[in-house]
C-alpha cells in the first residue's frame, strides 16, 4: 500500500528582474548558502510496488535493490576502495556503459537544519531541502572538463553520449528526510535557472567555480519517493545526458530535493527522537 504525502517542497525564490541567483560558497568547513526560497506545498506519490516504472531515461531517476557490502560508510577511504567499485559495477551493469569515473561521495548525517549552522557545518551535512539538480547543462561541461583538462581528450569523450549519474542510498531505513526527485518530463527548461557554486579552498589556490540548476515552482512538477527506503533500496539520480532529442532519451536531468513526513517540524527534539537521516551518495562520469 502506498504512502503518498503531502509536503512542501523549497523551491528558488525569483526576484524576477533577470539578476542570476546568489552563489553558494563551500569552504573547508563551511557551506554558505543564502539563496532565498519558497516554499511550496506539493503531493509527492509513493513509488512501493511500482518502482519498476521509472526508468533513467524516461524519468530521470531508477530505484534498484543492490546490497553492499559497506554497511557504516564512516570512513571515506575505505569507501573509495570498496564502495567505489561496487558502485562502477552497478552503472555499467545498468546502463551499458564502457567506462564510470566516480569524482566524489558525500555521505550525510547531520540535522536537517544544518545550513543554519554558524561555524563547521561541513562535519554536520543533513539532508538538502531546496529543489535542486548537481549540475547545469554547462556545469556539468566544467565537471567533465577538470575530469580532461586536456581540450582533446575531453573533445573525445564528448563526441559520444556521457551522462552524470548520482548513486543515493540509505545508511539506515529512511523514517524522516525522504529524497524526493521529480519525474523530469514535468519539469520544463524554463523552471530551471544555472546557479553557481563556489568552491573555496582555503590553501592559497584561489576559487573553483560550478554551475547547478536551482528550480522555480511550478504545479506540474511530479513529486516521488519511496517510503521507507532501505540501505539494499538505491535510488539513481541523472543529472545530466548529453542525448538531447527527447525521443529515445526523455529525461536529461532528474530535479530532486529532500522533503519532511507530515507532523515533522524539523526541530532537534524529534531529530534525536527519530534518529538524522543518513546517507551516502556516489557522483559519476557515465562514458559509452
Not at 577538470?146 to 556521457?162: G, I, K, L, S, Y
Not at 528526510?177 to 544555472?194: F, G, R
Amino acid at each position: 500500500m502506498g504512502h503518498d504525502i503531502v509536503t512542501t517542497v523549497n523551491y528558488y525564490d525569483d526576484p524576477g528582474d533577470g539578476s542570476p541567483p546568489l552563489p553558494v560558497y563551500v569552504g573547508s568547513t563551511q557551506v554558505t548558502n543564502k539563496r532565498p526560497t519558497v516554499p511550496v506545498t506539493v503531493k509527492v506519490t509513493d513509488v512501493s510496488g511500482q518502482e519498476a516504472n521509472s526508468t533513467l531515461d524516461n524519468h530521470g531517476f531508477q530505484y534498484l535493490n543492490h546490497t553492499s557490502a559497506e554497511k557504516g560508510f564512516h570512513d571515506d577511504a575505505t569507501i573509495r576502495s570498496h564502495y567505489y567499485p561496487e558502485c562502477e559495477q552497478l552503472l555499467k551493469d545498468v546502463t551499458g556503459a564502457s567506462r564510470v569515473i566516480i569524482f566524489g561521495h558525500q555521505v550525510r548525517r547531520g540535522p536537517a537544519d544544518w545550513h543554519r549552522i554558524s561555524a563547521n557545518n561541513t562535519r554536520v551535512r543533513g539532508p538538502l531541502h531546496r529543489a535542486h539538480v548537481d549540475q547545469s547543462y554547462d556545469g556539468a561541461v566544467i565537471r567533465l572538463r577538470e575530469q580532461f583538462p586536456d581540450p582533446e581528450e575531453a573533445a573525445a569523450v564528448m563526441q559520444r553520449r556521457w551522462q552524470i549519474i548520482n548513486i543515493w542510498r540509505p545508511i539506515k531505513p529512511i523514517h524522516r528526510s525522504p529524497l524526493a526527485v521529480a519525474d523530469a518530463t514535468s519539469v520544463a527548461e524554463a523552471d530551471l535557472v544555472p546557479a553557481a557554486i563556489v568552491y573555496r579552498t582555503g590553501t592559497g589556490a584561489g576559487e573553483r567555480r560550478q554551475e547547478s540548476w536551482t528550480v522555480r515552482p511550478s504545479a506540474a512538477h511530479r513529486w516521488y519517493f519511496k517510503h521507507g527506503q532501505r540501505p539494499d533500496e538505491v535510488l539513481l539520480l541523472k543529472c545530466f545526458d548529453s542525448v538531447a532529442d527527447g525521443r529515445v532519451v526523455k529525461a536529461r536531468r532528474a530535479v530532486h530535493c529532500a522533503v519532511e513526513y507530515p507532523g515533522d517540524d524539523g526541530d532537534q527534539g524529534q531529530q534525536e527522537e527519530k534518529g538524522n537521516r543518513e546517507s551516502v551518495e556516489v557522483r559519476c562520469l557515465v562514458l559509452y
